[in-house]
């Protein structure tokens, strides 16, 4: 049955695709003969596919293109099972496949076409050529699926899915399986089963932290108050270290090391939060520093005194601040500074490292503000106001350092010339020729109150 369905199939798409087909039939039989054997056919096509279908499963690409060629049943099964294994599941496929599904079931009626073909014939030869030219150009390589590929909603970002996409996928690794972000929410670490046992356990393995740490403010102050500041205090419940042997991180003890993945950093600064959140510590959560994810560890060392005061992992302030603040190291060596590398100013004075109000940590509203603390007679009011200088400071100084006088951002006259370019003044003022405007102090030979004057004749700042 299969074969004598194949032949008909074959003979009528040869049929269709041959350009001799007449268009007009060279004789005429009987209506009812006609009507007969076109049904015959159509009820043997319909049973041979059926069963086809059910035995080899349904169409795709590769059946379409091998019945369209002509190729034999068995590469036909063989493509077909391989393309089905591949591309099972695409949805555009599937498409096709029904689509081949319903042209497979009128292809029968060629035949019957071949002997009577009239102007109402079913089978639209145009879609069917449109049909047999997809399928030649899809060609035996199909395109790869993407379902196999990054998808950067599922990633917490851009830049992670980038490093997904470049990494080379390897295959899972047997055991257990990877546990998920939604089963280990980010902020707890896993719960270790300890109990308190005292702090004289730990001084059997610690007695030198304890007596570095006794010389700190934070141990002379445990002298005077027995307990308050005692090892499991911060550490944890040690009765799951001390059983296990002792170790970093054994027993699910805390080390409040930046390297140690065990724990996070917030988990870690919760603990000190727990008595430093009063005063400068208030806008911690959401700073800059909070959000980058330092931990107080980063800064600060508890267990033994290196700084004059705050307990800092360095012994000058600013040379903390340098860890991660390269740049402004870098400032503070230029030949106008503020005197930091003297010690007479440090980090501090101006910003508050555990978080503000106002931009880049300062501990005041405004940078006018910070820098009035020290420069008071540039506060005002006056009567004739410098619009630059009331608006930021920022607008001609460098603050940290520069190579210009006065921490100007730009030597002078140019930086004048920013805002005040022409007018009775030459444009060029290194003109050999009008070398009043570059001598001495510039611009401020002239306009030496430029921060500000109280004269009622100092419209232009002379005096």
Known sequence: MKNCVRIAVDFACNAALSAEIPQKPRFRLNKKFLFFTASALIFCASLGLAQSVKAEGPLTVADIKSALRGEPQ?????????????????????ALSSFAQQIGAQAPKLAGAK?????????DDQAYAALQDFAQRLGTAQPESIKALPKVAEADNIFDALREGATPQTAPATGTPKASKAATPKGHSAPVDATFIGEQACMTCHASH???????????????????FACENCHGPGSAHVKAGGGRGVGGIISFRPDDLSRTPEENNEICLGCHQKGNRTNWHGSTHDERGLQCSNC???MKNVSRKSQLKTEFQPDTCFQCHKN???????????????GKVVCTDCHNPHGSYSESLLKTATVNETCYKCHAEKRGPFLWEHPPV?????????PHGSNNDFLLKISRPRLCQQCHSGGQHNSNPRNPSVTLYAQGRECQNCHSNHHGSNNPDGARFMR
């Open 300 to 302: 600060h060392t508890v």
């Open 115 to 123: 002997i009577a073909v009239n102007s109402d014939r079913q089978f």
């Open 74 to 94: 068995a590469v036909n099964s063989e493509r077909s099972s391989q393309s089905h294994q591949q591309y099972a599941g695409d949805e555009a496929l599937s």
């Open 390 to 398: 009331a608006e930021s400071c920022l607008n001609c100084h460098d």
């Open 210 to 228: 304890a007596a570095a740490f006794a010389k700190t403010l934070m141990g002379k102050i445990g002298k005077t108050q027995p307990g308050k």
């Open 328 to 342: 402004k190291r870098a400032e503070m060596w230029r030949s106008s500074h503020i005197p930091v590398r003297e």
